[in-house]
């Protein structure tokens, strides 16, 4: 994950990442039922290549061949490997931003802040696990200074950075709302990223989870 905290923000992408999105094929038109078919496919195809390939060695001609189909049909719907990847990107967002929100706010803080702080603990790493492909890109293009993937990447986080400082607010836990809401986030996100090289390092699941919740917790509920 990035070192850079993201400041959340209070809406969805900008209106120049939105039209970056719109389903509209090259030539300006909207396609069709067969068209999104096809679309939807070459979208597949791209997230299954980020699978075992690269953000920066993908392909045209092999995205076009694992959906079954050319090039020139590719560069109808996407102008480059990287437009289909914001695409797939975009969709995560999209599909998470409030799921990662209700992790946090669907919780039993007040009778239960341990198990509470388990699961969100948990609900963040399975979720990285799932998506990971899709998250290392949103990764690297922040790094790299692409608001594009940046603000993809904030928006997704948003919903849970504001259910976590609601929920240091209403605890009071000592520590300034905002500031714990932000660092928290944070760590989960980056933890979750680097898992596999902690476990490399001998740290197991439950120590990991343990030791994170317990830090959860304690900035939630003092």
Same mark, same amino acid.
């Given at each position: 994950m990035s070192d850079d905290i993201e400041i959340p923000v209070e809406s969805g992408p900008s209106q120049e990442l939105a039209a970056e999105l719109d389903e509209r094929a090259a030539d300006g038109r909207m396609?069709?039922?067969?068209g999104l078919a096809t679309r939807q496919r070459?979208?597949?195809?791209?997230?299954?290549?980020?699978?075992?390939?690269?953000?920066?060695?993908l392909k045209v001609i092999d995205i076009?061949? +694992?959906?079954?189909?050319?090039? #020139? *049909?590719?560069?109808?719907?996407?102008?480059?490997?990287?437009? @289909?990847?914001? %695409?797939?990107?975009?969709?995560?967002?999209?599909a998470w931003h409030e799921e990662l929100e209700a992790?946090?706010?669907?919780?039993?803080?007040?009778?239960?802040?341990?198990?509470?702080?388990?699961?969100?603990?948990?609900g963040f790493l399975t979720f990285w696990t799932d998506h990971r492909a899709i998250l290392k890109v949103l990764d690297l293009a922040s790094m790299e200074g692409d608001f594009r993937f940046r603000d993809l990447r904030t928006w997704l986080l948003?919903?849970?950075?504001? +259910?976590?400082?609601?929920?240091? #607010? *209403?605890?009071?836990?000592?520590?300034?709302?905002?500031?714990? @809401?932000?660092? %928290?986030?944070a760590m989960l996100a980056h933890v979750a990223n680097h898992r596999p090289g902690l476990e490399r390092w001998g740290v197991d699941h439950d120590a990991l989870v343990a030791a994170m919740a317990g830090m959860l917790?304690?900035?939630?509920?003092?």
């Open positions: 396609p069709g039922r067969r070459l979208l597949d195809a791209t997230a299954e290549q980020l699978e075992t390939v690269g953000y920066r060695d076009a061949r +694992a959906a079954g189909t050319s090039p #020139a *049909t590719f560069y109808q719907y996407f102008p480059d490997a990287e437009a @289909a990847v914001l %695409v797939l990107a975009a969709a995560l967002t999209e992790l946090v706010a669907g919780r039993d803080w007040s009778g239960d802040p341990a198990g509470a702080a388990h699961e969100v603990v948990e948003n919903g849970a950075t504001e +259910a976590l400082r609601d929920l240091a #607010a *209403t605890h009071d836990s000592g520590y300034d709302p905002k500031a714990t @809401a932000g660092i %928290v986030v917790r304690h900035a939630v509920a003092g």
